[in-house]
């Protein structure tokens, strides 16, 4: 059974999205078998960023019996499958858990790596996302409420049974009001399993909808994101 892990911060914008997109890829290109999940309906802008267009069926309409898993997987960059997660307040309300559960063991079996896009804050369908990964990695920014933020998400995954992995620090500028990595690691208790500078390049490929990793790989945030997915597929 392949690794589900869910990337999930407080505040909203820490990178979520962008991170999951270029790991996702990474792990790919490293040939592993990728899923993600994109449980964030507000902004659901991962296929965007990965350049997929019309993915019309959702987890959601396989949880109602109205389409077979296979028909809501959707081919990405890289080979990466791209499920939408779909999970609006009132059709989550609606879902059985158990079923939902059943789909993810489902969803489990078909890749190494299954990666969740999660909604910020712990609003019903954020915490449904967290329910969704065994596994937690928090996406923050080098700032105090961030941070902070981040920590109730954390305590609430670990009140839920999800373990937290790591942290992923995005948008790091190395100035002088930003926390450090060794402040943050004690604040969060968990480790620092990669540091994402500020690059204008993120924006660029997410404006082309070409993930970064592949649009320019030698790029600052492309090398951050690389080491991270190396670091998870174990690869040196
Ligand atoms: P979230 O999914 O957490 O809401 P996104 O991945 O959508 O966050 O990123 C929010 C915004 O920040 C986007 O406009 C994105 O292009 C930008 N961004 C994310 N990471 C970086 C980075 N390392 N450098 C520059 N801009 C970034
Ligand atoms: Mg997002």
Known sequence: EGRSI????????????????????ALAQFGKDVILIDADITMANLSLILGMEDI???????????????????????????IPGGLSLEKVKKAKPERLRE???????????????APAGLELTSVTALLIGKELIVVTNPEISAITDSLKTKLVAEKLGTLPLGAILNRVT?????????????ILEVPVMGMV????????ASAYGVPLVI???????????????AKLAGVK
């Open 6 to 25: 869910v990337f999930a911060s407080g505040k909203g914008g820490t990178g979520k999205t962008t991170t999951v997109a270029n790991i996702g890829v």
């Open 56 to 82: 019309p069926i959702t987890l959601h309409d396989v949880l109602a019996g109205e389409a077979d898993l296979k028909d809501a997987i959707y081919e990405g960059p890289a080979g990466v499958k791209v």
């Open 103 to 117: 789909l993810i063991r489902e969803i489990g079996q078909m890749a190494d790596f299954i990666l969740i896009d």
């Open 174 to 186: 190395s100035e002088k009001t930003e926390l450090t990595k060794e402040e943050i690691e004690a």
């Open 197 to 204: 500078p500020e690059d204008p390049e993120v924006k660029r």
């Open 215 to 229: 649009k320019n790989p030698t790029s600052p945030a492309a090398i951050a994101y690389r080491q991270i997915a």
